[in-house]
């Protein structure tokens, strides 16, 4: 019912930057919040930056100071910019959101395919 698909991912050298991009399509009635999640190699999923309808936000310490999320509620997109890359920053970065669609009542958790960043040191 809600497809999210990311872009933007792919290769950077250290100090470099990258912008993703996740769109929500389908029967979207609001959506609640959106997030960043990653996945290193070897590693569990982690938050990296979430952003609410209002636009509050909230960061992991690791990226803190280096990564802006946003959002465009007229285009149910969510963006990650990702500014000094450093090559711990390597990882499938995952799209997720929070809606209430038009068919069933409650919020409903949604992620995208994943995109793949990866930084050369």
């Known amino acids: 019912q809600v497809q999210l698909v990311e872009s933007g991912g792919g290769l950077v050298q250290a100090g470099g930057s990258l912008r993703l991009s996740c769109a929500a399509s389908?029967?979207?009635?609001?959506?609640?919040?959106m997030a960043w999640y990653r996945q290193a190699l070897g590693r569990q999923r982690e938050l990296v930056a979430r952003?609410?309808?209002?636009?509050?936000?909230n960061y992991a310490d690791s990226v803190k100071g280096r990564f802006t999320i946003s959002r465009d509620n007229a285009k149910n997109t969510v963006y990650l910019q990702m500014n000094s890359l450093k090559p711990e920053d390597t990882a499938v970065y995952y799209c997720?959101?929070?809606?209430?669609?038009?068919?069933?009542?409650?919020?409903?958790?949604?992620w995208g395919q994943g995109t793949q960043v990866t930084v050369s040191s």
């Open positions: 952003i609410t309808s209002g636009g509050d936000t």
């Open positions: 389908g029967s979207i009635r609001s959506i609640n919040y």
């Open positions: 997720n959101a929070g809606v209430i669609v038009f068919t069933f009542r409650g919020l409903y958790d949604y």
